[in-house]
């Protein structure tokens, strides 16, 4: 009898949830922008060690870092970060295998589509002595660009080895939410009897 009722109330939440979620869409395209894709390049240049490099334990070695990543394309800019990054050597099958994974945070200043924005940027990857992979997210920094959203992938080759300059392209998307508010002057206010 429970197995029914619970099937039962699983019938009538199925649609609600399906509805709830329906909405919750439409709200988002009325309230916001379709996405912007775009692409380019961004350079990472170690600049600065903040603290490390210092070993984890046996196998992993941890440094924190600042980095400047220089953004070409339809994200055109720098962004002055702090990178923590943990330098990995593995054996595999009796072979070495050494990598870094990273994730940074910092400021963005520069255009988004030949908009001039600052904003906050956050990413983490993986690299090692060819290649470098990874993503990051933004979001508006100032109250004019606070509904600036966007994110985007990297890979590439590594040009100049793992801790110097390395550029990798990038693609992204990003969106700017639009607040419809209401006009104060179209409500009835008069709340005074005669």
Known sequence: MRIWAALILL???????????ANSDNDN????????????????????????P???????????????????????????????????????DGQKVIFTTFHGWGNFTGTV???????????EGVRNSTYTR??????????????????????GAITTGETGSSGVTYTMHWNTARHHTEDNDARDSDREKD
């Open 11 to 21: 019938a009538f939440l199925i649609p609600i949830v399906t509805v709830a979620a």
């Open 29 to 52: 395209n009325n309230h916001g922008t379709p996405p912007h894709l775009g692409q380019g390049t961004i350079t990472f240049t170690q600049t600065a060690t903040i603290s490390g």
């Open 54 to 92: 210092a070993m984890k334990d046996d196998d992993a070695t941890v440094a924190t870092v600042k980095e400047t990543l220089s953004f070409t394309g339809n994200m055109t800019g720098t962004a002055l970060t702090i990178e923590r990054n943990v330098l990995h050597n593995d054996t595999d």
């Open 113 to 123: 589509n030949g908009t001039s924005v600052m904003l906050h940027i956050r990413y």
């Open 134 to 155: 990874g993503n990051f997210v933004f979001n508006g920094d100032t109250s004019q660009m606070i509904d600036v959203h966007g994110e985007g992938h990297f890979r």
